[in-house]
Structure formats: C-alpha cells, structure tokens
C-alpha cells in the first residue's frame, strides 16, 4: 500500500463522518488527519482526502495552495483560484530554495488552515514539512494529489487524486 493509499485509508473515515461537532470545534477531517499525524510522529499537521479539502475550500475553512511546478499547472491541469507555490521548479524538479519565504508571502496568517496540493501528495508532504518547521500550524497534505498514484500500467488517474473524485479544476 502506497503512503498516499494509507492516507486516503486512514482518512475515508473522516469523509464520511459529521464535518464539525455539534460545539462548532474543528473539522472532524481536520481533528482525524491531525490525530493520524501526531500518532505517526509527523511534524505537520496531517493529510486530507481530495473531497474533504474542496468542502473546506468551498466553506472557506483553508486556503489550497498548489505545490506543483508551472509546467505542471499548464499542461496537466489546475484548480481555479488555488495559490500557486511550488516546492520544485522546471521539468528537473529542481527544488525552489524560495519556497518557505514564497508561501509567507501568499499566506500571511500562519495560523490559517492551508491544505498543499501537488501530483500524487509526495512533494506536497515535504512541502508540509518545510512549512510546519517555518511555523505554519494548520498545514496539511492533499492526500492523492492531483493526480493520484501510478496503476500497474504506470498511468496516473486511475488511483486516486483530485480528477478522480471529479472535483473541479481547469486546464490552459
């Protein structure tokens, strides 16, 4: 099983379950990712199933932020009003040195929730990393990504991701 398969697992729980408590607390989604991490020893705040972040988006709960590279966004697709910030630039991925400094700028309150968003939710989880150790407290990872992991035949889409549940998004 994939850590992106593991995360969407652990998660469909929480897709399922009531959004907020009858006290108005957190998002249940949020609560069990957060749980999930803090058990697993991770220094963000979790990961959350593709449908649960575009509820959070859409209630203007988080703030999603697109982690891929500008290639990525044009040629494969993107989510219409997401903030981009990618975590790697170019077709070599070559890391974005800038990228803790990039996201302050774009997301002024380190406070607020903001889900990260990549291919498949690998750089997106380093991502998180990054920005927790820069003091981002509600940083979490789109489990699945945009695209979801590779099936046997090694094609993305098939497995999970943010087009597989058919959520919206644009393409160039």
């Excluded at 998660?11 to 108005?24: F, K, P, R, V, Y």
């Excluded at 290639?71 to 975590?87: I, Q, S, T, Y």
């Excluded at 903001?114 to 997106?124: A, D, I, Q, Y």
């Amino acid at each position: 099983m994939t850590d992106s398969t593991f995360a969407s697992t652990e998660l469909s729980s929480a897709s399922q379950a009531d959004e907020t408590s009858s006290s108005g607390s957190e998002d249940h989604a949020l609560a069990n990712a957060r749980a999930v991490a803090q058990a697993a020893g991770l220094v963000f705040s979790g990961s959350v199933a593709p449908t649960d972040a575009w509820r959070l988006v859409q209630s203007n709960q988080a703030i999603l932020v697109d982690v891929r590279t500008a290639e990525e966004r044009k040629f494969v697709g993107h989510v219409a009003d997401a903030v981009h910030v990618p975590w790697a630039t170019g077709t070599a991925l070559t890391r974005n040195p800038r990228f803790v400094k990039e996201l302050e700028t774009k997301v002024k309150d380190k406070s607020r929730v903001v889900l990260l968003l990549c291919r498949s939710g690998k750089r997106s989880t380093a991502a998180a990393e990054a920005a927790a150790k820069a003091g981002f407290s509600n940083i979490f990872n789109v489990a699945e990504g945009f695209e979801g992991d590779l099936n046997p035949e090694q094609q993305r889409g098939q497995l999970g991701g943010w087009r597989f549940h058919q959520l919206p998004w644009i393409q160039d």
